[in-house]
């Protein structure tokens, strides 16, 4: 599995047969596809060499498009201190960025608009994968979920899973019923200790540096969401604080914790979600069994767990799940953001 962020140049609609491929690369990944846009320029490129083009492939990348845009899987970025006026300069932003595009590599036909330059092709750009490279690697649908065994390890998940969904995204909430806990547990512990003692510390600093360094947004809002037992609410709103005063400091991020307050059970309440998510304005990941995944120590994966790719219907229904407690629970007796 792969969370796939890429730009599409225009030369992957120049020809029938770009065309042709790129529509048949959108539909394989659908499921684990992000397409970066910045003010219409994709769909203006489109109209502009589709005019060449037979138009009922045009209709169909068109139609494909629109399904992308519903399912909250194009990314109209809002970059800082930058204008855009053709595809062409975007992407080579984002080249500069290590953010993937969809190229091909036969010359461009029509010759590039006065919109566009030589920067339509990446021949000579190690790392970028040609639509043809693209058709060769996926032959067949891939699978929504992945396994993590203990082989997998830190560098793996952020640039094939994190990097990606971060970098396209200005507002991240991650969700784990037991975070509250364990900032219970880390108020005995000194500060210094903290990322080395815990593995959901470790695991909430990395995905917080990774959104802070490479997000495409002037401010974004970082969001932890748990539960917390009513005795340990105050210690654990304080670890909370502290947290985030020695490693969630960005000018451009807010952060806010979110803990919903229960009675005394043994665990947290069965109406807060019980599965593990990053989540983010566009689609999301179901982190298995927690998001303490990786041991600080090795950085490898500490244990086996499972990923997986949700889109907007899971994204919608998590956060409405979280916004009607505690009206809806008995046990949970309160929400407290700090």
Request: neutral net charge.
């Amino acid at each position: 599995m792969k969370v796939h962020l890429f730009s599409l140049s225009p030369s992957c609609f120049v020809n029938n047969m770009t065309l042709k491929f790129t529509i048949t690369i959108l539909n394989r990944l659908f499921r684990h596809s992000l397409i970066l846009n910045y003010q219409s320029l994709l769909g203006k490129s489109v109209q502009e060499y589709g005019a060449y083009l037979d138009q009922n492939r045009v209709k169909d990348l068109q139609l494909l498009l629109l399904m992308y845009d519903k399912e909250n899987r194009i990314v109209d970025v809002d970059i800082p201190d930058e204008d855009f006026y053709s595809l062409c300069e975007l992407n080579k932003f984002f080249r500069n960025k290590d953010i993937s595009m969809l190229y091909s590599k036969e010359k461009v036909i029509p010759l590039s608009s006065s919109q566009c330059s030589e920067t339509c092709l990446f021949t000579k750009e190690p790392g970028y994968h040609d639509i043809l490279t693209y058709n060769e690697t996926y032959p067949i649908p891939p699978s929504q979920e992945i396994r993590l065994d203990k082989t997998y390890d830190r560098e793996w998940i952020n640039s094939q899973i994190y990097s990606p969904l971060l970098t396209s995204c200005s507002d991240l909430k991650l969700v784990d019923p037991y975070i509250g806990r364990e900032f219970c547990y880390l108020s005995n512990i000194e500060t210094k200790n903290w990322i080395s003692d815990s593995h959901w510390i470790y695991g909430l600093k990395e995905l917080f540096d990774i959104f802070s360094a490479k997000s495409l947004y002037r401010t974004k809002t970082y969001a932890i969401f748990t539960a917390v037992r009513i005795d340990e609410e105050q210690n654990a709103t304080a670890t909370a604080k502290e947290f985030r005063k020695l490693y969630l400091q960005d000018s451009a991020v807010t952060v806010k914790f979110v803990f919903y307050v229960y009675e005394r059970l043994s665990s947290p309440p069965d109406d807060f979600p019980h599965d593990r998510y990053v989540l983010t304005e566009n689609i999301g990941i179901n982190v298995g069994i927690g998001l303490d995944t990786i041991n600080p120590d090795n950085q490898q994966v500490r244990r086996e767990t499972q990923l997986s790719i949700v889109g907007k219907k899971t994204v919608s229904s998590v956060i409405s799940q979280l916004k009607d407690l505690p009206e809806s629970s008995r046990k949970v007796l309160r929400k407290k953001t700090i």
